[in-house]
């Protein structure tokens, strides 16, 4: 019956926001939404490719991105402020939409959220291994009740994929040394968003796994010499000053500093918008996590388990006995591994300096990983949820207004968690019983 209804309630919150999805679109027009949500970027950067204007000193230039998204908004009536929504993506991205230009907006963004819809699809049938099956409806309950995740696809962002590359990092990372080039590749997608790898580029150097690396750091050059072969060596620098200049101009030409959904923004929501006040928060977060990483590693304990926590006190009843001998039989799906790339994911999230509410969509990792240690820890589906809920809460996002900023208090204090669950003794191997994980 409960299974049941979680069904029931699955399809009915699919529905729900695909009756908003397509509400939001029909009140614009398919046409205008197009043009007027954050794909208009991407289709920019297409044009700016097929039109000529690949050199870098082309591609960032200002007045020459104006001038193209003006033809392409010509006849629609609509007009961004300051004239423009920028291209703010490498070259490489703008080589990736290519075929965009080719396509009408219609089509062309049915393509391609068609596509960020397939890969959060992928992304959460292979974060089900880490769930028992009566969790699973809570996390795809869960999941598309993400605010960000529908802004995403609203919007016509490249989140999804973000989460795609986390999700099969950590799976290759799973796998083990056999699978160090798969680990390589996942990580090297995040160059769509470089502000989200200094966490997961850090865990790699933590663990010296240097493969992975110099997998990562070959496919990156080959990615460079790529992107500089269109658009030229100095590219870097030119989309550095592109970047530069925007910050120098907040809430305009689309950058919007203060409802940012991170540590950065929330500084600037309290009115202590502070450079180095921000880079000491940003090192501290970062050490944090180092050091979560270093005791979930160090902090062994042959103590017996506690039920709830991983461990038992005293005597077990029945049913925890046999939850325990199972967990023996088959192992721990929620790890070291998983609680350390949540952290990693979630630290990524905060310390970003460029990051916007759709961005967060690769929190979805991080609440599969929480709610499958709950699970796994046996917590009641009520707890549970809750704990899905402290993080998904989407409620709490109200873009642009005071209570935005709960949401990332919300984080950080999901954060703390997870370095308090890294940090708590761990069971070591009992050599007096061979079975044990």
């Known amino acids: 019956m409960k299974a049941r209804l979680l069904t029931y309630s699955l399809f009915a919150l699919i529905f729900v926001l695909a009756y908003l999805y397509g509400s939001v679109i029909a009140s614009r027009g398919l046409h205008n939404h197009v043009l007027v949500a954050d794909y208009t970027g991407f289709l920019l950067g297409s044009a700016l490719l097929a039109e000529g204007h690949a050199p870098a000193s082309e591609l960032y230039n200002i007045p020459i991105q104006t001038t193209v ?24 991205v703008a080589m990736l939409a290519t075929p965009l230009y080719y396509l009408s907006p219609e089509p062309g963004f049915i393509l391609w959220d068609g596509l960020q819809l397939a890969a959060l699809l992928l992304s959460l049938w292979l974060l089900g291994v880490m769930l028992p099956p009566q969790h699973r409806y809570l996390f795809w309950l869960g999941a598309f009740a993400f605010l960000p995740l529908y802004q995403s696809l ?35 997608i995040l160059l769509l968003k470089p502000q989200l790898l200094p966490p997961f580029l850090l ?11 110099s997998g990562f750091t070959a496919i990156s050059a080959a990615v460079y010499l790529l992107a500089a072969l269109v658009s030229g060596w100095d590219w870097p620098f030119r989309y550095l000053d592109l970047l530069n200049w925007l910050g120098s101009h907040p809430g305009r030409y689309g950058s919007r500093p203060d409802v940012m959904l991170n540590l950065r923004g929330l500084l600037i929501r309290i009115g202590a918008d502070s450079t180095p006040l921000l880079l000491a928060l940003t090192a501290l977060t970062l050490v944090a996590l180092v050091y979560g990483w270093w005791r979930n590693d160090h902090a062994y304990t042959h103590s017996p388990l506690r039920f709830g926590m991983g461990r038992l006190d005293g005597q077990p009843t029945d049913e925890e006995g046999s939850i325990i001998d199972e967990v023996w039989r088959k192992g721990e799906r929620v790890g070291n591994l998983e609680l350390q790339l949540a952290a990693a994911t979630i630290a990524a999230a905060l310390t970003s300096f460029y990051l916007y509410t759709h961005d967060l969509t690769v929190l979805i990792f991080s609440g599969a990983a929480l709610l499958g240690w709950a699970a ?10 809750a704990l899905l809920l402290s993080l998904f809460a989407p409620l709490l996002i109200l873009e642009g207004q005071p209570f935005d900023a709960l949401f990332v208090l919300t984080v950080v204090a999901v954060f703390m968690a997870l370095l308090y669950l890294l940090v708590q003794p761990r069971v070591a191997p009992n050599p007096n019983r061979p079975d044990t994980p």
């Open 376 to 385: 796994q820890a046996g917590w009641p589906a009520w707890s549970s949820a």
């Open 154 to 188: 609203v919007q016509g962002q490249i989140s999804p994929t973000l989460l795609l590359a986390i999700v099969l990092l950590w799976r290759s990372l799973r796998v083990g040394p056999s699978a160090d080039g798969w680990a390589a590749a996942s990580l090297a």
């Open 203 to 213: 865990y790699l150097l933590y663990r010296r796994n240097w493969r992975v690396l």
């Open 69 to 92: 998204q003006q033809q392409l908004l010509a006849g629609s009536g609509i007009h961004f402020p300051d004239g423009l929504l920028p291209f703010v993506n490498p070259p490489y």
